[in-house]
């Protein structure tokens, strides 16, 4: 019997180890926004627990003229898994945003209230940590603030439930059960 659990539970472990991305995953552009008039890309890296993103926004629907980056990292482990689902959770370790253009820097300095992250000293090229704030229209992760997501990851593919667009998943009740259409490949 200690034999036979033994050969079930590796394998397990090794449909989990198959399921479990490595390395940079990419999403192609993605217009956004009213009337599609911003864009986006980003770059999912996973390895060995460790996950970074880079964020990008930009000012055209063509993935043409960069406008900010978001970056971020984390701590994450896998939890259980559904069918081809795997719970995702992720501590933050970092969360910064770099302002690309000079106009963009002119606008998050224009606006008023918690629209700019509350942050009215922006400058161009220049990391801001803005863990825990509210940047128009987001409110990005806190460090140390545990977020439950689910991944999915098949034939190199990588799909999440939250991400890219929901950042501030912090009950686990509340993760999604389905992913996000986006895809991220190698």
């Given at each position: 019997?200690?034999?036979?659990?033994?050969?079930?539970?590796?394998?397990?472990?090794?449909?989990?180890?198959?399921?479990?991305?490595?390395?940079?995953?990419?999403?192609?552009?993605?217009?956004?926004?009213?009337?599609?008039?911003?864009?986006?890309?980003?770059?999912?890296?996973?390895?060995?627990?460790?996950?970074?993103s880079a964020f990008q926004l930009?000012?055209?629907?063509?993935?043409?003229?960069?406008?900010?980056?978001?970056?971020?990292?984390?701590?994450?482990?896998?939890?259980?898994?559904?069918?081809?689902?795997?719970?995702?959770?992720?501590?933050?370790?970092?969360?910064?945003?770099?302002?690309?253009?000079?106009?963009?820097?002119?606008?998050?300095?224009?606006?008023?209230?918690?629209?700019?992250?509350?942050?009215?000293?922006?400058?161009?090229?220049?990391?801001?940590?803005?863990?825990?704030?509210?940047?128009?229209?987001?409110?990005?992760?806190?460090?140390?603030?545990?977020?439950?997501?689910?991944?999915?990851?098949?034939?190199?593919?990588?799909?999440?439930?939250?991400?890219?667009?929901?950042?501030?998943?912090?009950?686990?009740?509340?993760?999604?059960?389905?992913?996000?259409?986006?895809?991220?490949?190698?």
């Amino acid at each position: 019997m200690k034999k036979l659990l033994t050969i079930a539970l590796v394998g397990f472990s090794s449909v989990l180890l198959a399921a479990t991305p490595r390395g940079n995953h990419y999403s192609d552009c993605h217009p956004i926004g009213q009337n599609d008039r911003h864009s986006f890309k980003m770059t999912a890296y996973m390895d060995k627990g460790d996950f970074y993103s880079a964020f990008q926004l930009f000012m055209d629907k063509k993935c043409q003229k960069p406008s900010l980056t978001v970056i971020y990292g984390s701590d994450y482990t896998l939890g259980s898994q559904v069918g081809e689902l795997v719970e995702f959770d992720h501590t933050p370790t970092h969360v910064f945003m770099v302002l690309l253009h000079e106009d963009v820097v002119d606008y998050y300095n224009d606006l008023n209230h918690n629209n700019s992250c509350g942050i009215k000293d922006w400058k161009i090229n220049r990391p801001r940590n803005v863990s825990g704030l509210y940047c128009h229209p987001n409110q990005m992760p806190t460090v140390g603030e545990t977020l439950y997501d689910i991944i999915k990851y098949k034939n190199s593919v990588l799909q999440f439930g939250g991400i890219p667009y929901a950042w501030n998943i912090t009950d686990p009740a509340k993760r999604p059960t389905k992913v996000h259409p986006i895809t991220f490949s190698k």
